[in-house]
Structure formats: C-alpha cells, structure tokens
C-alpha cells in the first residue's frame, strides 16, 4: 500500500523547520547583537544603573514636589 501525505504531514514538516530556522536566525541575531563591540557602553551604563544612588526613584519624586 503505498502512502500519500496529507496535507497536514506537509505543512507541519514546513512549519518545524521553518521554525527551527527562525530560532536559528534569531539566537544568532540576539548573539551578534549582545557581543557587537559597539553595545559595550549601553550594556556597562545598564548594568550600573542598579548601583547607581543618584536615581531617584517614583516615591521620592512625588514627596519631592510636595
């Protein structure tokens, strides 16, 4: 008996390697991204901000102005 595929059988093989494709293209993406020596600046300032004590925060602001 010979097999046919259905319709269903070939979107789904299309659809998972389309997606293992689009993950494929987005990790190395995010990777280029995060390691393009040009971040180095944004990515250090991010990464003080949470030691930063100048900031302040929404409380302060509002006690503040009153």
Do not use: C
């Not at 494929?24 to 949470?50: C, E, Q, T």
């Amino acid at each position: 008996m010979e097999h046919t595929t259905t319709a269903y059988e070939t979107v789904h093989t299309w659809t998972t390697s389309g997606g293992l494709v689009f993950m494929v293209i987005m990790f190395l993406g995010i990777l280029f991204y995060a390691l393009r020596p040009g971040n180095k600046k944004i990515f250090d300032h991010a990464a003080s901000l949470a030691l930063n004590e100048d900031i302040d925060t929404p409380d302060e602001k509002t006690e503040s102005a009153r």
